[in-house]
């Protein structure tokens, strides 16, 4: 247990390193887009890029990570998180928005790597401790939502041209985190895990408890992203100043990690399913605030329910996505769910950056309760299959 819960402490501070840069890539990737973007429509594709990384890096990081372990791994990275701030950077600098988008792009392989914190912890804790190793490694983005907005104010002029500090700043964070990696304790794969493949990766995906976890993580994600992502461009459009919208964005990534600190603690009590369903009614409630007015506090109202909602989704679906594979399926198992979050969150940044400029910020809004409500159905459906098989 003691090594445990230094894995899960090395891992959250890897985490606030991770969202540190993650939230300065959420507060400047569109409106660096917009400065560069050759058209209005292709505002959010550095935002796209960014989730598209994450989308092709993913199963291969899993893999990757399958063979030379995990520290291994997540510094590898790390080393993408460098490169892709350098070449956004360049893009800048040069003024290509093509350039931007490639860095992007290679950020986006970075939060691939840096998802699989929370299984790192998860794969070396105990049973009863899994949910809140996960939880507690996620809390440590809460030091990434404080210091990320307040990095990207104090950098975002501080180079000419404009956003080019911001991005440069982020090269600091990633060589932190490397640092930190060197001291977890993970072992390696065995041969004999290497060599075992376990069921068929379409047999662990037909599991109903896979499913639910897969859409709970998935649509939680994309609408969170859906939203976020729209978010700064709608209080630009808005006349609210960009202080204003670093300081929501900064109070939303809040939002997503300090409940972790008791998330955790709520599954063990109440149950998986009921705090996902928690999650969805707080995405609701999210929306029902964005669409009651359009200053800065129904803002930062909205996006602080997004940010709470998503932390019981995704956490909820992590931990019940735990309980569906053997060790020797892990890395196929996992990467597969994170790779249909990604596909989810690069769909959604599409249409974000399409809707919020073409639609409006209502019907923004209104086109996430149809996702929000399959979630639902599909918690039903579990509950009652549950009930079927103890009953």
């Not at 919208?245 to 998330?263: K, L």
């Not at 209502?362 to 079927?388: I, T, Y």
């Amino acid at each position: 247990m003691n090594s445990s819960r230094r894995n899960v402490a090395l891992l959250a501070a890897c985490q606030a390193m991770l969202f540190t840069n993650n939230s300065t890539l959420i507060a400047i990737n569109g409106l660096a887009g917009l400065a560069l973007a050759p058209a209005k429509s292709l505002t959010t594709l550095p935002v796209t890029c960014w989730v598209l990384g994450g989308a092709i890096a993913t199963m291969p990081a899993s893999l990757y990570m399958r063979r030379v372990g995990r520290q291994t791994g997540l510094t590898t990275g790390a080393g993408f998180g460098i490169l892709g701030a350098l070449v956004c950077a360049a893009g800048v600098a040069l003024a290509s928005f093509w350039i931007l988008c490639l860095g992007a792009l290679l950020c986006g392989a970075y939060n691939a790597f840096g998802q699989y914190y929370r299984f790192a912890a998860a794969d070396t804790a105990p049973s009863d401790y899994k949910a809140q190793a996960i939880s507690l490694v996620l809390a440590g983005g809460l030091v990434g939502g404080i210091i990320g907005p307040t990095v990207s104010r104090g950098t975002v002029d501080l180079l000419a041209p404009k956003y080019a500090g911001a991005y440069l700043s982020l090269i600091v964070f990633a060589i932190i985190t490397m640092l930190i990696l060197r001291f977890i304790r993970i072992p390696n794969p065995t041969a004999a895990e290497q060599a075992a493949s376990g069921r068929p990766l379409r047999e662990i995906m037909a599991q109903p408890k896979y499913v639910v976890a897969v859409l709970s993580g998935a649509v939680g994600f994309g609408v969170m992203n859906f939203l976020m992502t729209a978010t700064p461009i709608a209080m630009g459009i808005c006349g609210h100043p960009f202080g204003d919208a670093a300081f929501v964005i900064s109070s939303h990534v809040i939002g997503m990690f300090a409940p972790s600190f008791f998330t955790g603690a709520l599954i063990k009590r109440f149950g998986t399913l009921s705090i996902i369903f928690v999650g969805v009614l707080l995405n609701v409630i999210s929306i029902a605030g964005a669409l009651s007015g359009l200053s800065v506090a129904h803002f930062w109202f909205a996006l602080v329910m997004l940010g709470v909602g998503w932390n019981f989704m995704y956490i909820g679906g992590t931990t019940l996505l735990t309980e569906t594979y053997r060790p020797e399926e892990r890395a196929k198992a996992q990467g597969s769910n994170d790779f249909l979050v990604y596909v989810m969150m690069t769909i959604s940044s599409v249409l974000s950056g399409l809707a919020i400029t073409t639609a409006g910020w209502e019907r923004v809004n209104l086109s996430a309760l149809p996702m929000l409500a399959v979630v639902l159905v599909a918690l039903g459906w579990l509950a009652l299959r549950n009930r079927r098989v103890s009953g």
